[in-house]
């Protein structure tokens, strides 16, 4: 559920995949309103959480429970700001989700699976954004073969881990790879503009040059 979720933010921030145009009514609404969509996101990971935990039967019983429950919140809320500090946020939903953990022995959070796409695809610095993605799988490594015994959903959860920050750096780089491409068009056609305008301004001033010697001839 999480990787689904993840692929449609995927979707919604670029127009083209692989040259094909994304439907522009799925696409408008998440350009047009980038925090209200990333509410959405931080809402509907919360949910997600919540419905994890009622099919676990947690319950409130105590103070680690609420500071479970706390934990949890902060770290889907700050989905907020995963476009503009998309560092800060993966480490503050990896904290999160180290403690919701350590309180309930649940798998975490799934503000974990869109924090780890937008490291990889708001994060400017490669080796920053691959060091937080290395910590992540340490934390989901650490609960699949350390804590429980070796299991295929574990290698699963170790991989979904790699793939969408994997997923989110391939759109970080084919976006740039189109910004730059969209640049250089500009660039072309802006120096084929001033080629047009030398070449009417040469044009100009041969036929003056005629025509001042044909007066003269006269």
């Not at 068009?185 to 041969?206: G, I, K, Q």
Request: one cysteine or more.
């Amino acid at each position: 559920m999480p990787a689904l979720a993840t692929f449609a933010i995927a979707v919604a921030e670029h127009a083209t995949i692989a040259g094909v145009r994304v439907w522009r009514p799925l696409l408008a609404p998440a350009q047009r309103w980038p925090l209200s969509t990333d509410l959405l996101i931080a809402l509907l990971s919360f949910t997600l959480t919540l419905l994890l935990w009622a099919q676990a039967n947690m319950a409130v019983r105590s103070f680690v429970d609420v500071g479970t429950f706390v934990c949890a919140f902060v770290g889907n809320l700050a989905l907020l700001w995963r476009r503009s500090h998309p560092l800060s946020t993966h480490y503050v939903v990896l904290g999160a989700s180290v403690l919701v953990y350590l309180g309930s022995m649940t798998g975490g959070i799934f503000a974990l699976a869109f924090s780890l796409y937008s490291v990889g695809r708001h994060a400017k610095d490669s080796r920053a954004s691959l060091i937080a993605m290395l910590a992540a799988l340490a934390f989901v490594a650490v609960d699949s073969f350390i804590v429980n015994p070796p299991s295929i959903s574990g290698m699963l959860g170790a991989m979904m881990v790699a793939g969408l920050w994997y997923v989110g750096r391939r759109y970080r780089f084919r976006g740039e790879y189109l910004r730059l491409l969209e640049e250089r068009a500009e660039h072309l056609e802006r120096e084929r503009s001033v080629e047009a305008e030398r070449a009417v301004a040469a044009e100009r001033t041969r036929i003056a040059r005629e025509m001042h010697d044909i007066v003269a001839h006269q």
